[in-house]
C-alpha cells in the first residue's frame, strides 16, 4: 500500500512522509461539505510545509475494490503519521467508528504515530479513551493555528524519531 500511496500522491518536500489526515466528513453530503473543506485545507497547509499528507479521497481506489474501513486500516499502516481531526461541527460517529478500528489494528505495533486532535469543547468519553485504552496522543486545539501547531509538532517529532532510529522505517514494519 505505501508504494501505492506514493505513486498516487503528488511529490512534496518529505515526499516518503507520509501523514493520514483522518476527520468525519461525507464529500457527497452538502451539509457535511464544510467539514470536507476543513480536512481539505489541514491536508493541503501540512502539504505547503512539505508533509505528504493526504485523504482517503485523494488516493482514488473504488469502494468495490477495498472497502472504507479496510483502505482505513491499510493507509494507516502505511503511513508514517496518522492524525485524526475532531470539530465541534462533526458528525462523529463514522470518524468514532473508524478511528476506534484504526487505533485498535496500531496499539500494539505503531500507537507511537497517532495523534488524535480534537477542538475545545468536544466531550466524549471515547475521546478519554484514546489516551487511556489506546496510549495515544491526544491534544486540544482551539483556534485552526493551533491545530497546524500541534499537528507539525508531532510530525517532526516523529520525524526525529525515525531518524534516529528510535522508530523504524518503513512505518509498516512497526
Known amino acids: 500500500m505505501r508504494d501505492r500511496l506514493l505513486d498516487s500522491l503528488e511529490p512534496t518536500r518529505y515526499r516518503r512522509f ?4 483522518m476527520g468525519a466528513y461525507k464529500a457527497h453530503d452538502i451539509e457535511n461539505e ?10 493541503d497547509r501540512l502539504r505547503s510545509e512539505g508533509f505528504n499528507a493526504f485523504l482517503a479521497t485523494d488516493v482514488g481506489i473504488e469502494l468495490d475494490e477495498m472497502d472504507a474501513g479496510t483502505q482505513s486500516l491499510e493507509f494507516a499502516r502505511a503511513s508514517n503519521a496518522v492524525i485524526f481531526v ?12 473508524e478511528t476506534g478500528a484504526v487505533l485498535e489494528d496500531m496499539s500494539n505495533r505503531a500507537r507511537e504515530r497517532v495523534l488524535f486532535l480534537h477542538e475545545a469543547g468536544v466531550r466524549s ?22 491545530l497546524y501547531d500541534e499537528a507539525r509538532l508531532f510530525i517532526r517529532d516523529v520525524m526525529r524519531r525515525e531518524m534516529t532510529d528510535k522508530l523504524s522505517f518503513p512505518p509498516e514494519s512497526d
Open 125 to 146: 468519553a471515547m475521546i478519554a479513551a484514546v489516551a487511556d485504552r489506546w496510549d495515544a496522543t491526544v491534544r486540544t486545539f482551539d483556534a485552526e493555528d493551533d
Open 34 to 43: 464544510a467539514a470536507f473543506v476543513f480536512l481539505e485545507q489541514v491536508r
Open 18 to 21: 507520509l501523514v493520514y489526515v
Open 86 to 97: 475532531v470539530r465541534n461541527d462533526g458528525r462523529n460517529l463514522g470518524v468514532g467508528i
